[in-house]
Structures are given as C-alpha cells and as structure tokens.
C-alpha cells in the first residue's frame, strides 16, 4: 500500500467546464494552469444532480438516521465511527443508540503535546463516550494518543505531499486506524479492520437570495479522504435531502430575512445545528480552522483548533513547533505560491453547484 491512497474515496473533486478534466487534490488543481472561472467543486462524482431537491422527504429525520444506521452496519462486517463530541459525531452516535445498533468501534483521535491535551473538547469527548459505552455494550472504545514520536515520523514520511493530507491539524486527525497502522502507530503484526470507517459529514450547506434557497457543498477538496459519510450518501439520499430542508424550515420560520451562504464555516453555524442536529454538551468546541498558514500567522488572535494545538507546540515543545510551522511552509511551497495569485487562480472562492430547495415564502 502507499500511504492513503487504498482508502482515498475522493468525496470531493474538482472539474474543469473548459475540458471536463476531474482534479482530485490541491495540488492537482494548482499545478494544472486553470483558470478559476473554468473550475466547479463536485461532489460524489456530480450524482447528486439526478435528484429532485425541491421534494422534501416524508419520513422523519429520526426514521432516516435510524434507517442509516441499520444500513451501515448491513453494509460492513467491521463498522468503526470516528468521534470528536462535535454536533456531527454527537448525532451520529446518538442515533445509534436510539437505532439499537452497536458498531464495532468508536475511535477518538486526542493530539498530546508535552504528555497533555490542548483540545479540550476532546478530554469532554472521551468522558462522553464512557458514558456511551454502556449503552453501546457490544462497541470497543478506542482512544489513540497521537504523540510526539509519531507526529515527526508523519511530518517525515516521504510520500506525504502525494497524499490528502493537508497542512491542518484537523486532517491530522482524521487518520483512520487502517492508516495510522501502516505509518507504524500499532506496530506491524496488529491486524487493524478496514472494512468501514465512517466521518459524521455534513452539515447542510444553504444558499438564500431573492430567488430562493439553494444547497450546496461547501466541504474542500481534501475533506474527509479516508472514510465513508454518515449523513450525506448516495447509499442514502433521502437524509441528506432531508436535513437540508430541515434548515430551511428553520430559517423560514425563524429568520426569514437571512441572505447569502449559510454553512458550517459561516455566522449561522449554530442555526443549522438547532434545526438539524440532536442536542448535546458543546462545551469548549474551537472555531474551524481558517486556512493554511493563517492560523499560525495569526496565532494568538485566533482561537481555532488549529492556533490552540500551534500555541500549545510554541509554549511546550518550540522544536515541534518548527518542524510542523516548516512542514506547512514546504506545503505551501510546493504549490508553487499559487495560492496566493487570486487573478489567476483562488482555491477558496472555487464555485460550487446548487440546488434549488424552494422559494422564500
């Protein structure tokens, strides 16, 4: 195997109006001269285009989760949830239990720096699963402690730019257990199942204007590259739909008067969690990571998860600090600055597709 590649899904791409050519990385994007006004995100191969958003499912949300999970534990002999305590894993897990389904495995990944933990939803997220476990009594508990050793060898290991990984702390998190087993974290001879790791991905995405509301995906390229999804699926299409009209009841109802994006990246994030997330303890929750670089740049003005694990490395281990500061430096690097020419090409404004959910009022 090679690194991450067996278990790159490529959920999100994107596709060149000009030439039709599919990218499937950053870097791919940014070494291919395209202009940005020829490029559009796609996401799951463009099949979410066949369906009919306008039409709201007749099941309930909780008929849909309960009906994924049964789905997901059909579909994989070894079903492993990734859990951060976050409003997406937290209702991925508690419709579980509400299901009557017990995965396999619940894996929390905690980042140690100088033996303690600087994500403190994290340390809330290990009590919650201890509490979890009782009602999942089938379920094993995973916690991996991804320390110092380990994140050096990672920074380290030769074949990292071909990978998905990009420069964030939270896509270092996001290694599953397959992976982490074959960059050395359990040993060799630890036989690790592969069969189905699964994200709590996404959140709705709305777009709202005079015309109407529109759903789109927002997610980035690299997002969510070793793992199936929970919420947004062609194996089930009706629960994404769903909680996409969810949010857009809510606002109807409640803040008829919003324009523009509502996504998880915007100032409406805690809306679309009340209209389509179960309740639960969101205490010490960090903002999104706000871009590669940034939150280094402005790391004592921010107080995202990736500025708290930078502040930690400076305070606690400056020579970690160093290479992981270097290591997004070289990324940066080998995109061969062209992040920064926003005439020619600009990552963060690629357009993505819409789709109409339904009017105003």
Known sequence: ??????????????????????????????????????LIKITHNDAWEQFDWTVEPSETFDELLVERCNQLRQKYSYLTLYFSGGADSETMVQAFIKAKVD????????????KDNPLKDIDLAIQKLKVYQTL?????????????????????????????????????RRLTNNV????????KNLNIPSSGHIFAELKPSLYCDNTGYYVCFTHTISASQYADWFFTTLDL?????????????????????????ISDSSIYRNKIIEACRYKFDGRFQPDKFKGLGEDIINLNNYQTEDSLVYRAMKEKDPELYDMYNSKVLEILSAMNKSLYNKETLDISALKSKKYFLGVVN
């Open 103 to 114: 995965p396999d495995e619940i894996v929390i990944n905690n980042i140690i720096i100088a």
């Open 136 to 172: 999942l009594p089938k379920t094993k508990i995973t916690i991996n402690n991804l320390e110092r050793d380990f994140l050096i060898k990672f920074l380290h290991h030769k074949e990292i730019f071909s990978s998905s990984f990009n420069g964030s702390i939270g896509n270092y």
């Open 1 to 38: 195997m090679s690194f991450d590649t067996d278990y790159n899904l490529k959920h999100v791409q994107v596709k060149s109006l000009y030439t039709n050519k599919i990218y499937s990385s950053k870097l791919e994007v940014l070494n291919s001269n395209e202009l940005s006004q020829n």
């Open 180 to 187: 982490l087993q074959e960059l050395g974290y359990y040993g």
């Open 237 to 261: 299409p009706k629960l994404h739909i769903k909680q996409s009209h969810l949010v857009k009841n809510y606002l109807k109802s409640n803040y008829p008067s919003i324009l523009g994006n």
